[in-house]
């Protein structure tokens, strides 16, 4: 079973489908900073902590005996009146007053929940069996869950956002490189890849406007044996970028 968290436990996947970026390794400790605006909006009408009752009635299937969570999991304090706990899902109030529903069954510990400044974006990561991920769920509309993979790295304009998490175990929540688009009342993946792609070790490192994110790659064959090094080995460059329809590509992003 993959370790769970030493410090902080990791969250949320949800039924629907997104900061300042907290810098973060996927299935490690999360320690996550909080997320920052995208655009303003108002502060949440009411409480979710009863409507719990309007989220589907869910069973937790271990017919295998795979679980090992007994209880619910910890909502934080300061979010006590925006998200409610079962055993099987969280409740999160929309910026509206409804409520969006997320599975959370499968998730053994989650990290510290971040809210975003102007209270649109809450984030987490989550660790479970073999699995790990993080999720930013977007509360405007009818609330919609993105699962992220890693942290995601975003734009400085807040209206994209984009995150890789590929690796040969296929643990990752996302296990792609994938892009997402904020506007005024929701969030959309723009594109999602994950075939096709030399394996070792992939990094978001930024964005050239909103056109085009940097990305960096250590190729397994140049992977130090000592994980301690990888810092500092040499990286390949890569990006994706709009006009050629997010797809990675090797090399820098053109200059504007």
């Given at each position: 079973?993959?370790?769970?968290l030493?410090?902080?436990?990791?969250l949320?996947?949800?039924?629907?489908?997104?900061g300042?970026?907290?810098?973060?390794?996927?299935?490690?400790?999360?320690?996550t900073?909080?997320?920052?605006?995208s655009s303003?909006?108002?502060?949440?009408a009411?409480?979710a902590?009863?409507?719990?009752?309007?989220?589907?009635?869910?069973?937790?299937?271990?017919?295998?005996?795979?679980?090992?969570?007994?209880?619910?999991?910890?909502?934080?304090?300061?979010?006590?009146?925006?998200?409610?706990?079962?055993?099987?899902?969280?409740?999160?109030?929309?910026?509206?007053?409804?409520?969006?529903?997320?599975?959370?069954?499968?998730?053994?510990?989650?990290?510290?929940?971040?809210?975003?400044k102007?209270?649109?974006?809450?984030?987490?990561?989550w660790?479970?069996?073999?699995?790990?991920?993080?999720?930013?769920?977007?509360?405007a509309g009818?609330?919609a869950?993105?699962?992220?993979?890693?942290?995601?790295?975003?734009?400085?304009?807040?209206?994209?956002?984009?995150?890789?998490?590929?690796?040969?175990?296929?643990?990752?929540?996302?296990?792609?490189?994938?892009?997402?688009?904020?506007t005024?009342?929701?969030?959309?993946?723009?594109?999602?890849?994950?075939?096709?792609l030399?394996?070792?070790?992939w990094?978001?490192?930024?964005?050239?406007?909103?056109?085009?994110?940097?990305?960096?790659?250590?190729?397994?064959?140049?992977?130090?044996?000592?994980?301690?090094?990888l810092?500092?080995?040499?990286?390949?460059?890569?990006?994706?970028?709009?006009?050629k329809?997010w797809?990675?590509?090797?090399?820098s992003?053109?200059?504007?």
């Amino acid at each position: 079973m993959r370790s769970l968290l030493v410090t902080l436990p990791m969250l949320l996947a949800a039924c629907g489908s997104a900061g300042e970026p907290a810098a973060e390794a996927s299935g490690a400790a999360v320690a996550t900073a909080p997320v920052a605006a995208s655009s303003p909006t108002a502060a949440p009408a009411k409480p979710a902590r009863h409507e719990l009752s309007a989220c589907p009635k869910l069973v937790r299937d271990d017919e295998n005996g795979l679980l090992e969570r007994k209880a619910p999991l910890a909502v934080p304090k300061a979010l006590a009146e925006l998200v409610a706990a079962d055993m099987n899902q969280f409740a999160v109030t929309t910026l509206g007053g409804g409520t969006g529903c997320i599975d959370v069954r499968w998730m053994e510990a989650i990290g510290t929940p971040t809210l975003s400044k102007d209270q649109r974006f809450l984030s987490f990561g989550w660790n479970g069996y073999e699995a790990f991920g993080f999720i930013v769920f977007d509360r405007a509309g009818k609330g919609a869950s993105f699962e992220t993979g890693d942290t995601p790295v975003w734009s400085a304009s807040r209206q994209h956002f984009a995150a890789i998490d590929l690796s040969e175990s296929g643990f990752g929540g996302l296990n792609a490189f994938g892009v997402w688009e904020v506007t005024a009342g929701a969030t959309q993946e723009l594109s999602a890849q994950s075939d096709g792609l030399p394996s070792g070790d992939w990094r978001v490192d930024g964005w050239q406007g909103d056109s085009c994110v940097a990305i960096s790659l250590v190729p397994s064959e140049r992977m130090p044996s000592d994980a301690g090094r990888l810092a500092r080995a040499a990286r390949d460059p890569w990006y994706a970028a709009a006009a050629k329809g997010w797809k990675l590509q090797p090399g820098s992003c053109p200059k504007a």
